[in-house]
């Protein structure tokens, strides 16, 4: 089971969820969220974490942004992947022409087990689940990421998800990340029930947004990786 912590500010947080076992490591460039955090400042936690031996892989999460945009924030930050969390088009992310493409994932926020199938069949790349099982999981982005149905916010919510759906949808995509309300209090149970790729946290971690709690951070990721 694969761990992102998302919404990072600061490299003390950053460096603690690199120490409790993460392997992804997320940086919102949407200034509307109480938790983003300027090409700066990531370009400075970053060179400290590619500095030490085990770094995860790190994700730049958008809203809304030109391809070419995303594209040179993860050249000039050294990011890994870009997380699509707005309603951005999927010749971004199965587009051989995309500048994002072989390194985005599209996060949804569906209102129904229908609209999520729906969404997937446009979101993931044609060629991602033979890729998937041939690949090692560090080469690929995760296949999609689900989150909670909210009708205006986009992720951080706090709320959880249709976790049956979210079941269905995982015996289905490869490479499926869980996120929405996520706590150290329910994902080992989400896990057991859905059994994602990779789950997906950010306010279920926190003391104040976009400042974590080290204790949180911890417990969150042993009971995902099943204690």
């Given at each position: 089971?694969k761990?992102?912590i998302?919404?990072?500010?600061?490299?003390?947080?950053?460096?603690?969820?690199?120490a409790?076992?993460?392997d992804?490591l997320g940086f919102?460039?949407?200034?509307?969220?109480?938790?983003?955090?300027?090409?700066?400042?990531?370009?400075r936690?970053v060179?400290?974490?590619?500095?030490?031996p085990?770094?995860?892989?790190?994700?730049g999460?958008?809203?809304?942004?030109?391809?070419p945009?995303?594209?040179?924030?993860?050249?000039?930050c050294?990011?890994?992947?870009?997380?699509?969390s707005?309603?951005e088009?999927?010749?971004?992310?199965?587009?051989?022409?995309s500048?994002?493409?072989?390194?985005?994932?599209k996060a949804?926020r569906?209102?129904?087990l229908a609209?999520?199938?729906?969404?997937?069949?446009?979101?993931?790349?044609?060629?991602?689940a033979?890729?998937?099982r041939r690949?090692?999981?560090?080469?690929?982005?995760?296949g999609l990421?689900i989150?909670?149905?909210?009708?205006?916010?986009?992720?951080?919510?706090?709320?959880?998800?249709?976790?049956g759906?979210?079941?269905?949808?995982?015996?289905?995509?490869p490479?499926?990340?869980?996120?929405?309300g996520?706590?150290?209090?329910?994902?080992?149970?989400?896990?057991?029930?859905?059994?994602p790729?990779?789950?997906?946290?950010?306010s279920?971690?926190?003391s104040?947004p976009?400042?974590?709690?080290?204790?949180?951070?911890?417990?969150?990721?042993?009971q995902?990786?099943g204690?």
């Amino acid at each position: 089971m694969k761990v992102k912590i998302c919404g990072l500010t600061n490299l003390e947080d950053a460096q603690t969820a690199v120490a409790a076992g993460a392997d992804y490591l997320g940086f919102i460039f949407y200034p509307p969220s109480k938790r983003a955090i300027d090409v700066a400042a990531a370009c400075r936690i970053v060179a400290e974490l590619r500095a030490a031996p085990d770094c995860p892989l790190l994700v730049g999460v958008f809203v809304n942004e030109t391809a070419p945009n995303m594209a040179a924030v993860l050249a000039e930050c050294r990011l890994d992947f870009a997380q699509l969390s707005g309603e951005e088009v999927p010749a971004l992310v199965g587009d051989a022409n995309s500048p994002l493409y072989g390194r985005a994932y599209k996060a949804l926020r569906p209102a129904s087990l229908a609209e999520a199938e729906a969404d997937a069949e446009w979101f993931l790349p044609p060629d991602y689940a033979d890729r998937f099982r041939r690949e090692p999981g560090d080469s690929l982005p995760p296949g999609l990421l689900i989150d909670t149905y909210h009708p205006t916010l986009r992720g951080g919510t706090g709320e959880t998800g249709d976790w049956g759906a979210a079941a269905v949808l995982a015996r289905q995509i490869p490479g499926l990340m869980l996120a929405g309300g996520l706590t150290v209090n329910n994902v080992a149970q989400a896990v057991a029930q859905v059994r994602p790729f990779a789950v997906d946290v950010a306010s279920g971690v926190e003391s104040a947004p976009g400042r974590k709690d080290p204790a949180l951070v911890r417990e969150f990721i042993r009971q995902a990786k099943g204690g």
